[in-house]
């Protein structure tokens, strides 16, 4: 802490988060202090007054009440922004036909920069209040368009990766750019993104997935990363068509990794989608170049695509995060996403060997916190409540009689210890429980206010 308290926020309360994959982290009541944006302290084990373990100063105090939580902010690796308005539609299709009947007319929309205006500031006021702190956006070929995503998440105060999407082939026909102007355009947007001087707001490379692309194009993107140690974001492995027509574009290629290995694709600043159908060869090669997978489990299941096995990628050390993947996800909350990773584990469970564990809720908690921050590499300033890191943080209310006028979804007529609220949270809790959302120590959302 430096020098006096003033001007610092000083919350005083239970908390909870991940500081290991497998447990969650609990404390009864805790102090942490938030100066200019950073954790500077966190006291644990607290009794008695809170002058006693900060000493007189003038501070601003933050007291929670009775069922109330600090947990991090939730990290979603994988997202689409221009697919909010479908959301819940053509759920009976399979990924390829989706695509073609669902998604690109509604992307093709995003040529009119008003449109894209009005829908990206409601998604980001959305997401905030679903409590999603940092996010990983697509949006469409349209650069000026995509820029505006930018400064919604710049505006809001979101911390968010935005790219600009890249295809030049096997498209409608009609969504499709050339590769020079898919080039340059990406410069332009990058250039876009640093105008808005913004740390919290980075550009990502975003190559739609291997078969909407040429190889020259995926070689020029994979170039254009490395000259300025770029985001990554694409798609693996989600659907068997999807990898068997990859195949067919790329027939040089071994696998669907190496389609993206060659091309200079996977770095430690990559995020690849789905991640399904991916062999022990393709893992480790991911896992070499630390690479990261989002696990987007409500996607997956709508669009019958399969189900990824978190516990393989595990094994293999390739880092794994969540993403909600509206709008082949029909729900852009990340506590659904970690109560879809459970579900679809358990029911891989019901026909695997005896010796696979379904997922525990502490892991799908890691999925959507820590395991999010390590897959974009930011474990140093985000994740969990460690002195230093930024204060990107959610105040969860499970106290049904807190707000009975909400209906929230945690229904409480008796008392629970800390864990069992984060239970509730976790297997029935929605964006109602989120009271507060604060990135980088700035309150973005709460249930009183709105983002403009
Ligand atoms: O879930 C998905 N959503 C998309 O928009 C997409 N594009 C390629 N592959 C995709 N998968």
Redo the contacts with the bound molecule.
Sequence with gaps: MTGTLENCLVFDGPLVHSCSRNQITTHERALVVVENGKITKVVENVTGDVKEHLGSGKYQMKKLEKGQFLCPGFVDLHT?AP?FPNQGLGMDMP?LDW?QTY?FPLEMKYEDEGFAEKVYKNVVKSTLKSGTTTACY?GTIHRKSTTRLAQAVSRMGQRGLVGKVNMNQNSNGKYVEKTEDSMKETLNFIQDVSELNNPLVEPVITP??AI?CSMDLLKELGKLAASGNYYIQT?IS?NKA?VEFTKEVFPDQPNYAEVYNVSGLLTNKTIL??GIYLSDEEQKVIASKGTAVAH?PN?NTW?KSGICDVRKLWSNNVKVGLGT?IG?GSVSSIIDAMRSALAVSINKSFYSSEDYKPLTYPEVFFLATLGGAEALNKQESIGNFMVGKDFDALLIDTEWQNRPDMNAPTFTMTDHSLIERVQKLIYSGDDRNIAEVYVCGRLVSSRNISSK
């Design positions: 689409h697919q990924l695509l998604t697509f739609r997935f909407s798609h989600e999807e989608g789905h987007c996607s669009l993947d082949a």
